[in-house]
């Protein structure tokens, strides 16, 4: 009887224990150019990737390594097609993948998409995106998101990657920019999570090796008034994240200056126990008085939540304010007091824009920033070689060591987005101790 327990409590552990080694977010492809490889974590190096924006406003990132971190396959913007709704997909080498040219996205949905792997099956990986058409590929929506489709990717090789499916339409609506991927509590599975642009409404799905399940809803939070919605303020912008076990979620939703957390349960996907952090000011109707949340992560063992933001005052044509805030979620949730530590704050037209967050699979937070100069002819004069880094994120500031040349990524980060893995900045793929 004892052996049989032994066996039990050791296999039962077994796909959780599995999926230490996988190593999907070993290497990050974003930029011009830019490319980050996580092989080695205690050394991770930059290399040239094929990333190749083309327009000012291409924040779209995603990337794919298999489980033991060979580089794959990563989402770009069509530079042949040059219509906007459409990307690619292409291999490691830069070449195009089989049948993986038009691809339905949107190059401004900084958190619009996503691969996952499919479950119990090494070969095959989803690819999830956002687009503001419509399934007909024709009728355009004004309300940020109208589409979540997905394409299916089979590797044979290095050389040989075929799409087999692409544009599959997986739900029609009105969506924020954000999808969130997070490993199921059966450790299996996966959730992919959306949300309405205009309403308080989450959507889930989830991922099995038998296909995707039918959406379910959760209405929790606050979504757009009916006065913000005449004026087309939508919850979306700004940055949806994970924590890396998986027990938080929180969304700084830039265009109604919020800044919600969540507790979420793996087992039923269901989020609770909201904390409202933001706004930090009164939002103006008339004008965009905030950039807001500009991005959000947690710290590996989810004990630290940090959050930068922009603020750029109307009639204001000099100063913005650039500020990185940290959290303690235990003093929050002990105290009930939301206060937070600054560890960046700067008030200047010309200093690097603050863009998405990044947990790496070194356990650094990597913080993209572009030098936001708009009078620059070329876009790319306005790319920031470095990224932000906080190389100790658990420790409350300033042990947390933060860093302005965190890490020197030798191509630029594209209009302040890193790649993304599930549209979260903890939510990389790779471990199971993260629940990913």
Same mark, same amino acid.
């Given at each position: 009887?004892?052996?049989?327990? *032994?066996?039990?409590?050791?296999?039962? @552990?077994?796909?959780?224990?599995?999926?230490?080694?996988?190593?999907?977010? #070993?290497?990050?492809?974003?930029? %011009?150019?830019?490319?980050?490889?996580?092989?080695?974590?205690?050394?991770?190096?930059?290399?040239?990737?094929? /990333?190749?924006?083309?327009?000012?406003?291409?924040?779209?990132?995603?990337?794919? =390594?298999?489980?033991?971190?060979?580089?794959?396959?990563?989402?770009?913007?069509?530079?042949?097609?040059?219509?906007?709704?459409?990307?690619?997909?292409?291999?490691?080498?830069?070449?195009?993948?089989?049948?993986?040219?038009s691809i339905l996205s949107y190059p401004v949905f900084a958190n619009g998409a996503v691969f996952v792997p499919i479950p119990n099956d090494k070969t095959?990986?989803?690819?999830? !995106?956002?687009?503001?058409?419509?399934?007909?590929?024709?009728?355009?929506?004004?309300?940020?998101? /109208?589409?979540?489709?997905? +394409?299916?990717?089979?590797?044979?090789?290095?050389?040989?990657?075929?799409?087999?499916?692409? !544009?599959?339409?997986?739900?029609?609506?009105?969506?924020?920019?954000?999808?969130?991927?997070?490993?199921?509590?059966?450790?299996?599975?996966?959730?992919?999570? +959306?949300?309405? #642009?205009?309403?308080?409404?989450?959507?889930?799905?989830?991922?099995?090796?038998?296909?995707?399940?039918?959406?379910?809803?959760?209405?929790?939070?606050?979504?757009?008034?009916?006065?913000?919605?005449?004026?087309?303020?939508?919850?979306?912008?700004?940055?949806?994240?994970? #924590?890396?076990?998986?027990?938080?979620? /929180?969304?700084?939703?830039?265009?109604?200056?919020?800044?919600?957390?969540?507790?979420? !349960?793996? /087992?039923?996907?269901? *989020?609770?126990?909201?904390?409202?952090?933001?706004?930090?000011?009164?939002?103006?109707?008339?004008?965009?008085?905030?950039?807001? $949340?500009?991005?959000?992560?947690?710290?590996?063992?989810? #004990?630290?939540? $940090?959050?930068?933001?922009?603020?750029?005052?109307?009639?204001?044509?000099?100063?913005?304010?650039?500020?990185?805030?940290?959290?303690?979620?235990? +003093?929050?949730?002990? !105290?009930?007091?939301?206060?937070? @530590?600054?560890?960046?704050d700067e008030t200047n037209n010309n200093i690097p824009y603050l863009g998405s967050h990044e947990l790496g699979p070194d356990n650094k937070i990597y913080? +993209?920033?572009?030098?936001?100069? =708009?009078?620059?002819?070329?876009?790319?004069?306005?790319?920031?070689? $470095?990224?932000?880094?906080?190389?100790?994120?658990?420790?409350? $500031?300033?042990?947390?060591?933060?860093?302005?040349?965190?890490?020197?990524?030798?191509?630029?980060?594209?209009?302040?987005?890193?790649?993304?893995?599930?549209?979260?900045?903890?939510? %990389?793929?790779?471990?199971?101790?993260?629940?990913?």
């Amino acid at each position: 009887m004892i052996y049989r327990i *032994l066996w039990v409590a050791l296999f039962g @552990l077994l796909p959780f224990s599995l999926s230490l080694a996988q190593k999907y977010d #070993s290497h990050w492809t974003f930029g %011009d150019s830019a490319g980050i490889d996580f092989s080695d974590t205690t050394n991770p190096r930059p290399f040239k990737s094929h /990333c190749r924006p083309s327009i000012s406003s291409a924040q779209t990132q995603a990337t794919i =390594s298999d489980e033991n971190g060979k580089l794959i396959a990563y989402w770009t913007y069509d530079t042949l097609d040059q219509r906007p709704i459409y990307g690619r997909l292409i291999n490691k080498y830069g070449q195009p993948i089989k049948n993986g040219d038009s691809i339905l996205s949107y190059p401004v949905f900084a958190n619009g998409a996503v691969f996952v792997p499919i479950p119990n099956d090494k070969t095959r990986y989803y690819f999830f !995106n956002i687009s503001p058409m419509k399934g007909d590929q024709k009728t355009s929506c004004r309300k940020i998101g /109208c589409t979540i489709s997905y +394409a299916v990717l089979q590797v044979f090789s290095d050389e040989r990657i075929e799409v087999l499916q692409k !544009n599959q339409i997986l739900l029609e609506g009105e969506f924020s920019n954000y999808l969130g991927v997070i490993r199921h509590a059966n450790g299996r599975d996966w959730w992919l999570l +959306a949300h309405e #642009s205009t309403s308080n409404r989450f959507i889930r799905f989830i991922i099995t090796p038998n296909g995707i399940t039918n959406p379910t809803y959760q209405a929790i939070g606050r979504g757009p008034t009916s006065f913000e919605l005449k004026k087309e303020f939508y919850y979306w912008l700004g940055e949806m994240t994970f #924590s890396p076990k998986g027990n938080w979620l /929180c969304i700084g939703a830039s265009g109604l200056d919020l800044l919600e957390l969540y507790r979420f !349960n793996r /087992c039923n996907g269901l *989020l609770s126990d909201l904390v409202v952090l933001g706004p930090d000011k009164k939002i103006s109707y008339d004008f965009y008085n905030t950039y807001g $949340y500009a991005g959000v992560s947690f710290s590996p063992d989810e #004990s630290k939540l $940090y959050v930068s933001r922009v603020e750029d005052p109307p009639f204001v044509t000099t100063d913005r304010y650039f500020k990185i805030f940290q959290y303690d979620i235990n +003093a929050l949730l002990k !105290n009930k007091k939301y206060e937070h @530590l600054i560890i960046y704050d700067e008030t200047n037209n010309n200093i690097p824009y603050l863009g998405s967050h990044e947990l790496g699979p070194d356990n650094k937070i990597y913080i +993209a920033v572009m030098n936001e100069n =708009s009078t620059a002819p070329d876009i790319r004069t306005r790319l920031s070689p $470095y990224l932000f880094r906080i190389n100790k994120p658990n420790e409350p $500031y300033p042990a947390c060591d933060f860093q302005e040349k965190g890490f020197f990524s030798r191509g630029g980060t594209f209009y302040g987005r890193l790649t993304q893995f599930s549209c979260l900045s903890g939510t %990389d793929l790779t471990h199971s101790d993260r629940a990913h």
